[in-house]
């Protein structure tokens, strides 16, 4: 008996990389049963490749036409691309989007949009392309063994550090290469600042433990503030640096997340995931950690997670959100230490009371280091956000109970008082 599956007929918004890209793949998967009835459009003279009967820059033509019953929403206007979804949702419309700045901001709406309308809306390509990182937390990791996610989840910056580490470019140079080769916007600051990446885990943190926290409530930065000192220590100790999204969950219950840049270890997977690749390593209790990979950039790759969505809304499939319903009281906290390196422009700048520990510092004419252990809740100060500031976690950073410090910051800040009078 063979099964029926759903007709898609599709009003899409936007027609730029991604949705040219979803076109042509659409028109190369007549399996699929879906076709594009209506595209809408900013700008109704620009040349594109495709018949112009099929754009148009009213929006009301694709959410109020009854033969429509998906809405794809690919628009860089997060403002915009939320109402789009929530009149689609509200006129009990299947959606497709790849907005993280707008899922992200808007998820308790979005959540609750989904309920009241009992409508799909799925969002694959919101997080890392062409990796199915969403679909996997949802279905197959139960919250209960879900150890860790960690992740590079933002192409451009990794194509950035990695030609800094591989070509001993500066940071401008290769931010410069990035923007030629398509990678990063003429305004990077999205990328490089960590704000992508921090929508991306604020999504992630849904699926995976049941949390719901706005972007802004998460501590993140980038890579904008990385110095060429900083690279120099990374490769004397043979490491990379990534800028990592992770959560994890500690011995209470409670969670752990950030996004900061981190030194890698070659025995890490993420060490090996360079240029505009993406990687996430997902670790549980039984299946300890399992690594995937894929390109996390590019017309296609995003295309080919929303062309899932839309297989899967052919068999009426809706994000369950059952670690959400089953975990409320999960929460993130700032109750943990770190080891972290930080590095500043001159030693006078070194906040050494607030560490914990100090286990290695160094000091010359091109700056000086401080690596110790820090109290996460720390971070929420500003000390650290300047322009003569870095801060790079090390490995396994997130230290356990049985891990924290034996001494006292007053202890130290005596010796360091010492090793900057000798300095």
């Known amino acids: ?37 209506k595209v809408c459009i900013k700008h109704a003279d620009k040349k594109r490749n495709a018949p112009a009967t099929l754009f148009t820059t009213n929006a009301t033509e694709l959410l109020q036409d009854e033969d429509i019953n998906v809405i794809v929403e690919l628009i860089d206007d997060a403002d915009a691309a939320f109402i789009i979804v929530r009149t689609a949702l509200n006129n009990k419309k299947s959606v497709v ?4 700045k707008m899922i992200a901001e808007h998820l308790p709406e979005l959540l609750q949009l989904q309920k009241d309308n009992d409508t799909p809306f799925l969002y694959e390509s919101a997080c890392c392309a062409s990796i199915p990182v969403i679909r996997n937390l949802e279905e197959y990791y ?7 996610i960690q992740g590079i989840v933002n192409g451009s910056t ?3 550090l990695s030609r800094i580490a591989d070509d001993g470019l500066s940071f401008t140079n290769a931010l410069k290469l990035a923007q030629d080769a398509g990678f990063a916007e003429s305004n990077p600051t999205l990328d490089v600042a960590g704000i992508d990446a921090v929508n ?39 490491f990379k640096i990534k800028l990592i999204a992770q959560a994890k969950k500690l011995e209470n219950g409670s969670i752990a997340a950030f996004v900061l840049p981190q030194f890698v270890n070659s025995d890490n997977n993420l060490h090996h995931v360079n240029n505009e690749y993406n990687g996430v390593i997902i670790e549980s209790g039984l299946a300890d950690k399992q690594f995937f990979s894929g390109k996390g950039a590019g017309s296609f790759p995003t295309a080919s997670a929303v062309l899932s969505d839309l297989s899967a809304l052919r068999y ?10 089953n975990n409320r009281d999960t929460e993130l906290t700032d109750d943990f230490y770190i080891k972290v390196y930080v590095s500043f422009d001159r030693l006078l700048q070194v906040p050494h009371h607030l560490f914990e520990r100090v286990d290695e510092w160094t ?61």
């Open 97 to 100: 989007s790849a907005s993280k």
């Open 200 to 238: 991306k885990l604020s999504i992630l943190l849904t699926h995976a433990y049941g949390v719901v926290a706005h972007p802004t409530n998460i501590i993140h930065t980038g890579i904008q503030n990385l110095k060429t000192r900083d690279s120099i220590f990374a490769e004397e100790k043979k």
């Open 316 to 325: 009426e499939y809706k994000y369950e959100y059952k670690k959400l319903n």
């Open 142 to 148: 139960d919250n209960d063994l879900l150890q860790s």
């Open 1 to 37: 008996m063979s099964i029926q599956h759903k007709k898609l007929t599709i009003g899409l918004f936007g027609f730029g990389v991604v949705g040219e890209g979803l076109y042509k793949v659409l028109q190369q998967t007549p399996s699929l049963n879906a076709s594009i009835k």
């Open 363 to 423: 000091s010359n004419k091109n700056g000086c280091s401080v690596s110790g252990i820090l109290h996460f809740s720390r971070l929420k100060d500003n000390w650290w956000r300047n322009d003569y500031t870095s801060i790079v976690l090390y490995p396994d950073a997130i230290l356990n109970e049985s891990e924290l410090p034996a001494k006292s910051s007053n202890e130290f800040a005596a010796i360091w008082d010492n090793a900057t009078v000798v300095n």
């Open 158 to 160: 990794n194509y950035i």
